[in-house]
């Protein structure tokens, strides 16, 4: 059974950090790109960020320069660094296997102004 449990949401104020961790087990976690997506109140779910097996990374726009993505596999984990977080940052944030229906239950993140 594939499991993905995110944790490190919380609240924080404009202009802070917060780290996200996502530790996955049921799969070989090394063989698979990971991704973080956030779905804000009202709106459709986003891809944040994605990182390949061999570390590749990519951003949305919007977090370029702010959000940073990173795995352990010898821990099975994927975090996310986020910095600078601005209030349209708040969102339930996911992580996901890449190209697989295994998603995580989501971790609630609010930036308050």
């Known amino acids: 059974q594939v499991q993905l449990v995110e944790s490190g949401g919380g609240l924080v104020q404009a202009g802070g950090s917060l780290r996200l961790s996502c530790e996955v087990s049921?799969?070989?976690?090394?063989?698979?790109?990971m991704n973080w997506h956030r779905q804000a109140p009202g709106k459709q779910r986003e891809l944040v960020a994605g990182i390949t097996t061999s570390g590749k990374t990519n951003y949305a726009d919007s977090v370029k320069g702010r959000f940073t993505i990173s795995r352990d596999n010898a821990k099975r984990t994927l975090y996310l660094q986020m910095s600078s977080l601005k209030p349209e940052d708040t969102a339930v944030y996911y992580c996901?296997?890449?190209?697989?229906?295994?998603w995580g239950q989501g971790t609630q993140v609010t930036v308050s102004s």
């Open positions: 049921g799969i070989i976690f090394s063989m698979y790109g």
């Open positions: 996901n296997v890449d190209r697989r229906n295994y």
